[in-house]
């Protein structure tokens, strides 16, 4: 902690392979907009590309920061601003302390005063669920450090940092969110052209069974 503040490894500089990544774990808990009513997390992740930020502490928050706010990472937002319909930033503030998770609810009003209205559904607080097995598979080694994911649009794992961000971990980051992107474009694009062959077939079909008719 003295020297590295906690960080506990040095984010890739290259995406995890899809076909080898561990899916990110499906958390439930209240959000800025939902205060009164739970959500899971795997819901907003689906079919988007996301910055996911982890703390259960300020300073935690703050080192999450250094990886994804606009002030530190300029690129970053940029590259989100580009894809909005695509790509998003999740928060997740974990608390399993009833007494502090209860004073996070109390100052509720303030951290949707300081967050973008647009991202309200996307600040979680949770309390439970997440044991001590799913920390050690998602490299959640330490609570009092701030970790950063980002996960595909099939919920899986394809980059992770700690602690504070050093400058080539904030590039390999905008870097992963751009590829990411393409990614999610290409399947897009497939998927149109299989739904077009598939119509096309179906419109042959018609076509020659009204041949055999006539």
């Not at 899916?23 to 209240?30: D, E």
């Not at 250094?66 to 601003?81: C, I, R, V």
Request: hydrophobic content about 35%; overall charge positive.
């Amino acid at each position: 902690m003295r020297h590295q503040k906690g960080k506990t490894f040095i984010a890739p500089s290259k995406l995890f392979r899809a076909d080898k990544a561990l899916y990110f774990p499906n958390l439930h808990g209240v959000t800025l907009a939902s205060p009164r009513d739970p959500q899971d997390t795997t819901a907003i992740f689906e079919d988007k590309v996301s910055v996911v930020s982890v703390f259960s502490s300020t300073w935690a928050e703050r080192q999450t920061a250094t990886f994804a706010n606009e002030h530190d990472n300029k690129e970053l937002h940029k590259t989100l601003m580009e894809g909005k319909e695509i790509a998003q930033q999740v928060r997740i503030n974990i608390e399993d302390n009833a007494l502090k998770a209860w004073l996070i609810k109390v100052f509720m009003p303030g951290l949707r005063r300081r967050i973008p209205k647009h991202s309200h559904g996307k600040y979680f607080l949770v309390r439970k669920g997440i044991t001590e097995d799913i920390k050690d598979k998602i490299g959640l080694m330490n609570s009092k450090v701030g970790y950063v994911y980002l996960v595909d649009g099939q919920c899986k794992i394809r980059w992770a940092g700690s602690g504070q961000a050093e400058p080539s971990e904030r590039e390999s980051l905008v870097r992963g969110v751009s590829r990411l992107m393409e990614e999610w474009k290409k399947r897009g694009e497939t998927k149109v052209n299989r739904e077009s062959s598939s119509l096309s077939g179906t419109d042959s079909s018609l076509d020659a069974a009204e041949a055999v008719v006539h």
